[in-house]
Nanobody
Framework: QVQLMDTGGGPVQAGGSLRLSCVAP????????MGWFRQVAGNEREGVAS???????SYADSVKGRFTISQDGGKSTVYLQINSLKPEDTAIYYC????????????????????WGQGTQVTVSS
């Protein structure tokens, strides 16, 4: 079973920043889409950011200008830089990887991805 390792969450005050990290094991060349999702208990898991093998990035409207997705040179690690945190950003954040590439709004949908991390909790206090 392939499982990504996502870390970096924690408690933070509103207005603060966090940097989440995700390590994709094995041959990272087989992943053509990487993304970050978040989920609140009782709600659907929603996509917040993605980056494709063509280096194109996508963001949910609610996080544009505050969240930035990036990868290291070897593409073994993907990051999510989160700035200007708001209480409504509180959620469990999950890293995801897909073997097929999707553009447009498809890349922020859960069914575009094949593998997931265990999730890392982000809690923003006001």
């Amino acid at each position: 079973q392939v499982q990504l390792m996502d870390t970096g969450g924690g408690p933070v005050q509103a207005g603060g920043s966090l940097r989440l990290s995700c390590v994709a094991p094995g041959n990272v060349a087989r992943y053509h889409l990487m993304g970050w999702f978040r989920q609140v208990a009782g709600n659907e898991r929603e996509g917040v950011a993605s980056i494709g093998s063509d280096a194109l990035t996508s963001y949910a409207d609610s996080v544009k200008g505050r969240f930035t997705i990036s990868q290291d040179g070897g593409k073994s690690t993907v990051y999510l830089q989160i700035n200007s945190l708001k209480p409504e950003d509180t959620a469990i954040y999950y890293c995801a990887a897909g073997v097929e590439y999707y553009g447009g709004t498809r890349c922020l949908l859960r069914d575009a991805y094949n593998y997931w991390g265990q999730g890392t909790q982000v809690t923003v206090s006001s």
